[in-house]
């Protein structure tokens, strides 16, 4: 009887411990959400991409994005500070998140 207790017991933790696993794997596409150590590219990304990033809302996603548009993509991610409402506070925060990279042909917003 105590080793089909302890069987069940395990069976049960293993279930567990799978359903946790698959919710941590749920690919970041789907969920809108970045995947740890992901850095999000300021050339490239969409609204939603930015507005994963801690502190960014809907308004200050888009004012990325037209600040992109304005001057053919950010040479470097401290001009992140040149857009309205991110100050050097925040900068500092969203520094290790994000990257640029080459500049970005279609200057799509919502994707």
């Not at 069976?11 to 567990?16: E, G, P, Q």
């Not at 994000?98 to 200057?107: M, N, R």
Request: proline content about 5%; aromatic content about 2%.
């Amino acid at each position: 009887m105590r080793r089909l207790m302890c069987g069940v017991m395990v069976a049960l933790a293993c279930c567990s411990v799978s359903e946790r696993v698959e919710a941590v794997q749920e690919p970041a596409a789907r969920t809108g959400q970045r995947a740890p150590g992901d850095l999000i590219d300021l050339n490239q990304a969409s609204a939603v991409q930015l507005e994963s990033l801690p502190g960014i809302g809907e308004r200050t996603a888009e004012r990325i994005i037209e600040y992109r548009r304005q001057n053919d993509g950010f040479k470097k991610v401290e001009e992140l500070m040149n857009v309205r409402g991110i100050g050097e506070r925040s900068f500092l925060r969203l520094r290790p998140l994000v990257t640029v990279g080459e500049p970005k042909t279609d200057a799509g917003t919502r994707d």
